[in-house]
């Protein structure tokens, strides 16, 4: 039972675009939605979180948009750089955290 | 960056050997966390802390014990490694309230031959 689905293992996008990253939960307690990005050999950094109260959280290139009714949310990079690639997890949390599978995000130059 | 360091990085480690991974914090955070990530799987966590001597399971806690018996050590033992603990393990750290961020340490790759 995944309560927490990321369902496009990859996504490649070109440097200035925008990256757009999906998430889709189960669970309706989770309070919080985080997502992380992995480089490889490092440890996940916590990039954005948004409040289950809010639709919609930025900070800087990133943007958080959340859809209780459709429990889904998105990570939106705009624009896009290619020191962005890494992996990407959306993780909800009832206080113990959730995470999906990653999507590995590529930006070509 | 939080002060978390994982020891060892990497380890080969044959089938039925007992296997302990240690987590350091230097950040006095009260909780402390085990995650395994695995292909297709994500993160998912074994064990975590809530105290010195105070632990729970996790979702994928069987095979897995831990101990904590000081706030800046947080260990993990395979009692008896089998294939299919081959993995990456993090270790996370928060001060433990549900809006905290967990900061999670570089990770330690384990082979179970």
């Known amino acids: 039972d995944q309560q927490v689905k990321q369902n496009s293992p990859s996504l490649s996008v070109q440097e200035g675009r925008i990256s757009i990253l999906n998430c889709d939960y189960t669970?309706?307690?989770?309070?919080?939605f985080l997502w992380y990005k992995k480089y490889p050999a490092e440890g996940p950094t916590f990039l954005i979180s948004?409040?289950?109260?809010?639709d919609k959280n930025e900070d800087g290139r990133f943007t958080v948009f959340l859809n209780k009714s459709a429990k889904h949310l998105s990570l939106h990079i705009v624009p896009s750089q290619p020191g962005d690639s890494a992996v990407y997890f959306c993780?909800?949390?009832?206080?113990?955290?959730?995470f999906g599978q990653g999507t590995t995000l590529q930006v070509k130059p | 960056d939080a002060g978390i360091t994982q020891s060892p990085r990497h380890k080969v480690t044959e089938t039925g050997t007992p296997v302990t991974l240690r987590c350091h914090q230097t950040e006095n955070h009260r909780y402390m966390y085990w995650y395994r990530q695995d292909p297709g799987h994500g993160l998912r966590l074994i064990h975590y802390s809530y105290g010195v001597k105070d632990t729970d399971k996790g979702e994928v806690s069987d095979g897995y014990s831990v101990s904590r018996s000081k706030t800046e050590d947080f260990l993990l033992t395979l009692e008896s490694a089998t294939s299919s603990q081959t993995s990456v393990y993090f270790c996370a750290i928060s001060e433990g309230d549900i809006q905290e961020t967990q900061y999670f340490g570089p990770g330690t790759r384990l082979l179970v031959l």
């Open positions: 669970n309706s307690m989770f309070d919080y």
């Open positions: 993780a909800g949390n009832t206080g113990k955290l959730i």
């Open positions: 948004i409040s289950s109260i809010k």
